[in-house]
């Protein structure tokens, strides 16, 4: 019985001690970057408006699609959202991820920023950029992309 009430108590103390340390609320770089597509050698494929908030957030900037040497970019530009732990960058289908492909963390909260959208992945398929709390399932913004 003594057991028992041990284990339960380490268990108790290693979950409380995971939440604490797993749940952080800026946990994205936020030194802003100047990450740019190279004009000579890429193509626009869409336009976007300004960034929209989502419920969690407040994000500006826009978002373009690129073909460069026959691979598909997303780039941020004049991009800032607020902070937030497990930032990702999406292209989805809808404006709430459903149908998505992660392009992954994001990088920083401020500046331009490219990121590359998987070989196989037609980015044609999806209108919307978005940042989002992949630990918490919350939309920070978005933006519709147009082809």
Known sequence: MKMRKLTGLCLAILLIAGAATGCK???????ALNEKIDPVVSAPQS??????????????????VY???????????DFTTSNGP????????EQNPVHFVNLGS??????????????GVNAKDYGYALI?????????GYTKLTF
Do not use: W
């Open 86 to 93: 497990d930032l990702k960058v999406y292209i989805s289908m």
């Open 67 to 77: 073909l460069t040497d026959g691979k598909y970019q997303l780039a941020l530009q």
């Open 47 to 64: 336009n976007s408006g300004g960034f929209s908030n989502g419920p969690y957030g407040v994000v500006t900037g826009s978002a373009r």
């Open 25 to 31: 609320k800026e946990s994205t770089p936020t030194a």
């Open 132 to 140: 989002f709390c992949q630990q918490y399932s919350h939309l920070f």
């Open 106 to 119: 994001l990088k920083s909260t401020g500046g331009n920023q490219v990121y590359d959208i998987p070989a």
